[in-house]
């Protein structure tokens, strides 16, 4: 692993208690790597229970900082702007190798591939910044970071005929309860899915080459939001699904009737 403050290869780095970051033993301290989280440290403890309780006293228990923490607002860290560009340039370089897009609007028409394009890069990018300022709406710390595994097999999807888009995540720490957690993992399939509602609402007052690529981004955007309600493992189905079941069940039949809405539309192209 490397350090994110100086990019020295650290085989044990230190992970800093407020931003979540890695660093080599030199720049380890908050003050040394500029932590944006530092304030953090600033936020007075819930005093702990005594261990013999009064009698005739109610006690509940709170999740969470024992006053308002300040909140930092929506803001990005010069580190995760580089991450996303390079995310951003993946999944274009992605979306450019799919044939089928080639084959439907036809290469010569460069504006209409770029358009292309930029509705299947949109889908992604905006999924993870739902969740990062949803998270972050709700006072966590959230950034946008890559993983190396996942830009090495974007980056073999380039030429592979198969596609696996997964570059990165949004990191999020700090203390929130079950509903917040539900909420920003929600976040990102339903902004999936009302992308592929006005692509699918514009492609009707469009002409027909403009027509096609809309309902792939809708197709596309459906797509992405069903397979991410995966109720397993880190997807977004199963925070959704054990914060709130009938909110689940919800969103992934609307996604699943648009995705049978739409796909009559690509059969005929």
């Not at 709170?62 to 607002?73: I, M, T, V």
């Amino acid at each position: 692993m490397y350090c994110q403050r100086c990019g020295r290869e650290e085989p044990l780095p230190f992970r800093c208690p407020f931003c979540g970051g890695y660093f080599c033993a030199e720049h380890r301290l908050p003050e040394i790597h500029d932590c944006t989280e530092a304030w953090k440290a600033k936020i007075p403890r819930q005093p702990e229970l005594g261990l013999t309780p009064a009698p005739n006293v109610t006690y509940s228990y709170r999740y969470g900082w024992a006053a308002p923490a300040k909140r930092p607002g929506f803001w990005f860290s010069p580190t995760e702007i580089m991450h996303v560009l390079i995310g951003v340039g993946l999944v274009s370089a992605v979306g450019l190798s799919l044939r089928r897009s080639f084959l439907i609007i036809g290469v010569q028409n460069m504006s209409l591939v770029v358009f292309a394009v930029a509705l299947f890069t949109l889908g992604f990018i905006l999924h993870e910044l739902a969740h990062k300022f949803t998270a972050q709406l709700f006072g966590l710390w959230a950034e946008c970071r890559l993983s190396t595994l996942g830009v090495g097999i974007t980056a073999i999807s380039i030429l592979s005929p198969v596609k696996f888009i997964a570059p990165g995540m949004v990191l999020i720490a700090g203390v929130a309860r079950a509903d917040i957690i539900g909420r920003v993992a929600l976040a990102g399939p339903a902004t999936n899915l009302v992308l592929a509602f006005v692509a699918l609402l514009s492609s009707f007052a469009v002409p027909e080459g403009l027509r096609q690529v809309l309902e792939i981004g809708c197709w596309v955007n459906t797509y992405m939001a069903l397979f991410n309600l995966i109720p397993f493992g880190d997807f977004d189905g199963l925070k959704i699904f054990r914060w709130n079941k009938a909110a689940w069940a919800l969103i992934v039949m609307l996604a699943i009737a648009l995705l049978m809405y739409v796909s009559p539309f690509l059969s005929e192209i």
